[in-house]
C-alpha cells in the first residue's frame, strides 16, 4: 500500500481534529468538509505566510476583501454564465454521473460495466440562488465561482484611493462555490472551497515579463512552505486547456499519490476582464498614465491558488510512517511555521510541582508561538499523540527542572532532546523556526 495513500491522510485528520465530514451527524454531505481545531490554525498559518508574502513584504501589493455575493451582471461580463460548463455525461444504465472529458465514451461505464451513455451536454458550474424573500420573484445571482471578479470589479475603487502606479496588485483570499460534477480526493476538488488570488496590473505588453516573474514567486512560495521541490514542477496549458479569459497559462503541480495535479493557475488574463466591465457596465474601466498622459486598459497577470488544495498538499508532504523501537511511528513533518501547535509542553509527573512549572512555560510560549500543554498518559505516547499532531517541539519538565531550572527540548523529525535552560525556551524555538 502506498504509504501516503490518501485514506491513511482522512483518518490522522479525523483522528487528530484538523478534518471532519461536514454534518457527519446527518450521514455527511458528499465532497464538503469542516475543519476541526488543529484544521482550522494550519490553514490560518497557510493563509497569513501567503498574506504576507504576496501582500504585506510587497509595496505594490493591496489587498481587499469583497463580498460572496455580486451583481448578477458581473457573471455575463466575465463569460461565466457562457463559458463556465463542463461537459457532462450519464450512464443510462446506473444513472451515474461524469464529466465527459474524464471518460473514454468508447468503453462501459465503470461503475456498472454497460455501455450506455446519455450525448455529452454542457452544465453550467455556477450555485445560482434568488435575493429576496420570495424565491420565484427574487433576482437571480451566483455565488462566486472565483474571487477574481470582485477584485476587477472594484479596480477603478482601488486604484483611485491606494494611489498605486502600474504594475500593482491586488489580492484577496475567499470562499468560491462550483457545482463540480466530479468531486473526490479528500479536500481537492470540493464544490465549497477558498481561493488566494492576485490580479497583478501592467502595462500592456508586459505580460510575458509578468507571468514568467509571477510563476517563479509562486512556485518558490510552495517551497518556502515546506514542500518536497522534487514533487513541485510548473507545467504550461496546452492551447485547447486554456480558460476562456487567458491567452497563456502555467499551472503549478504536486505529485500526488494519484498523480501530478494541479495547485495554482499563473495566467496571462490580458485585459480581457477590464474589457468586458468597461462594456457591460458602461463605466469607464481605465488608468492614467503618468508618463505618457494616457488613459489605457491595464492588462492583467493572475495567480490563482487553493487554499485547500494547499493544505491538502502540506499534509500529504509531510505525512511519514516510521519504524521506531519496533513500533510503528506516524508523524507529519511539518514546517514549523504551518504546524497548528509550535511547541507542547509535558510535566513528566503530575505532582511534585511539574504540572505548575510547565503550565507557566505554556504561557510564555504563548506570548509568540502556540502550545499545548498535555500531562495524559506515558511519556511516550504524548511525544506519539504529537508527532501525529505534526507538533515540531516539546518540552519536558522532570524534576531535574525543579533543581537546576533546565528542561528538556525534543525535535520531532530527529527525535534528539538537549537539556536548556527554561529562560532560552524561546530564543531556543527562534533560532529553530524561519
Ligand atoms: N480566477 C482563476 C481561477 O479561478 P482556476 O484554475 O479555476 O482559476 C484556481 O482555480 C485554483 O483554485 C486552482 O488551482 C485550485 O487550487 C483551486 N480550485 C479550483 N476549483 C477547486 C475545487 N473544486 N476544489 C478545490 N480547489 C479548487
Known amino acids: 500500500m502506498d504509504l501516503k495513500s490518501i485514506e491513511n491522510i ?72 457562457s463559458n463556465f460548463h463542463d461537459p457532462l455525461v450519464d450512464c443510462k444504465n446506473c444513472k451515474a454521473r461524469y464529466r465527459a472529458d474524464h471518460v473514454d465514451l468508447n468503453k462501459p461505464c465503470e461503475r456498472c460495466g454497460k455501455k450506455d451513455w446519455t450525448e ?65 480526493n479528500f479536500l481537492f476538488r470540493t464544490r465549497e472551497f477558498e481561493q ?10 508586459e505580460n510575458e515579463k509578468w507571468l514568467d516573474y509571477w510563476c517563479e514567486e509562486r512556485l518558490n512560495w510552495f517551497k518556502k512552505l515546506g514542500i518536497n521541490p522534487e514533487k513541485l514542477r510548473l507545467r504550461p496549458h496546452d492551447k485547447d486547456e486554456l480558460a476562456h479569459y487567458s ?23 490580458g485585459t480581457f476582464d477590464l474589457d468586458q466591465h468597461n462594456e457591460y457596465s458602461g463605466k469607464k474601466q481605465q488608468y492614467f498614465d503618468p508618463q505618457t498622459n494616457e488613459r489605457i486598459i491595464p492588462a492583467v497577470v493572475e ?29 507529519l513533518k511539518l514546517d514549523p511555521k504551518i504546524a497548528p501547535v509550535t511547541c507542547a509542553v509535558f510535566p513528566l509527573v503530575k505532582k511534585d510541582g511539574l504540572p505548575e512549572i510547565a503550565q507557566k512555560i505554556v504561557e510564555d510560549i504563548r506570548t509568540k508561538y502556540s502550545a499545548y500543554f498535555d500531562q495524559g498518559g506515558s511519556i511516550g505516547r504524548r511525544y506519539r499523540r504529537q508527532d501525529e499532531a505534526g507538533t515540531p517541539y516539546g518540552v519536558t519538565v522532570d524534576h531535574q527542572t525543579t533543581e537546576d531550572g533546565t528542561v528538556t527540548l525534543r525535535d520531532r523529525d530527529t527525535m534528539d532532546q538537549v537539556r536548556i535552560s527554561t529562560d532560552n525556551i524561546l530564543s531556543e524555538l527562534q533560532s529553530r523556526i524561519q
Open 196 to 205: 488566494m488570488e492576485l490580479e497583478f496590473f501592467i502595462h500592456p505588453g
Open 247 to 269: 491567452t497563456a497559462c502555467f499551472d503549478v503541480e504536486y505529485e500526488f499519490p494519484f498523480g501530478w495535479s494541479e495547485l495554482e493557475g499563473i495566467a496571462d488574463r
Open 120 to 184: 455529452p451536454r454542457q452544465f453550467n458550474l455556477m450555485f445560482k440562488t434568488a435575493i429576496g424573500p420570495v424565491e420565484d420573484s427574487g433576482e437571480i445571482t451566483y455565488l462566486r465561482p472565483e474571487t477574481a471578479q470582485g477584485i476587477f470589479v472594484n479596480f477603478m475603487n482601488v486604484q483611485g484611493t491606494s494611489r498605486q502606479k502600474l504594475p500593482f496588485g491586488i489580492a484577496q483570499l475567499g470562499k468560491a462555490f462550483r457545482n463540480e460534477i466530479t468531486t473526490g
Open 10 to 81: 482522512v483518518s490522522l485528520c479525523k483522528r487528530r481534529g484538523f478534518i471532519f465530514q461536514s454534518s457527519e451527524i446527518y450521514g455527511g454531505l458528499g465532497s464538503t468538509w469542516d475543519y476541526g481545531p488543529y484544521g482550522v490554525e494550519m490553514k490560518q498559518k497557510i493563509k497569513d505566510f501567503w498574506w504576507h508574502d504576496v501582500v504585506t513584504s510587497r509595496e505594490n501589493v493591496v489587498g481587499m476583501d469583497a463580498a460572496i455575493l455580486m451583481h448578477p451582471k458581473t457573471w455575463e461580463a466575465s463569460g461565466h454564465v
Open 303 to 331: 495567480s490563482s491558488a487553493g487554499v485547500d488544495r494547499a493544505f491538502l498538499t502540506c499534509l500529504v508532504d509531510a505525512y511519514c510512517e516510521e519504524e521506531v523501537r519496533d513500533e510503528k511511528r506516524i508523524v
